[in-house]
């Protein structure tokens, strides 16, 4: 976990935690004034005279096994291997695929998201608008 990560910018510690729903590990970079958050590292010809590498990040570092579980469910709409709940194909998950708005003027995406319940099922809970 990258120290003080809580004193990053707030968009930047929403970006990671975005990111890290869908992948394990996040890479934080400061150059030219801005911060970078992505998934891959590259070696680069030349860096920014401010150029620092803030640090990486993994789902354990923010997410519990449970949140990693939703996280995957509600971004892949499929089950992971380690889900022991009841697994509903045909009505969850068909639905969180159909009932989706997409909003082209506001660049938004309206859909259904869930949580593990008390007993260890999946269940859908709210719907939530993101930003495209």
């Not at 992505?38 to 860096?47: D, G, H, Q, R, W």
């Not at 319940?117 to 269940?123: C, H, K, L, Q, R």
Request: proline letters at 3%.
């Amino acid at each position: 976990m990258i120290k003080n990560f809580e004193k990053l910018p707030q968009d930047v510690q929403d970006k990671v935690k975005s990111i890290l729903r869908c992948y394990d590990a996040v890479h934080i970079n400061f150059e030219y004034g801005k911060y970078e958050v992505t998934t891959s590292v590259c070696i680069k010809a030349t860096y920014g005279p401010d150029h620092k590498v803030i640090g990486t990040m993994y789902k354990n570092d923010i997410y519990t096994p449970t949140e990693q579980m939703e996280n995957y469910i509600n971004s892949f709409r499929d089950y992971p291997i380690e889900y022991k709940g009841n697994k509903d194909y045909v009505g969850i998950l068909k639905k969180m695929e159909t009932e989706r708005e997409f909003d082209w003027t506001a660049n938004t995406l309206t859909h259904w998201i869930g949580k593990i319940n008390e007993v260890g099922n999946f269940v859908l809970t709210h719907k939530e608008t993101v930003n495209l």
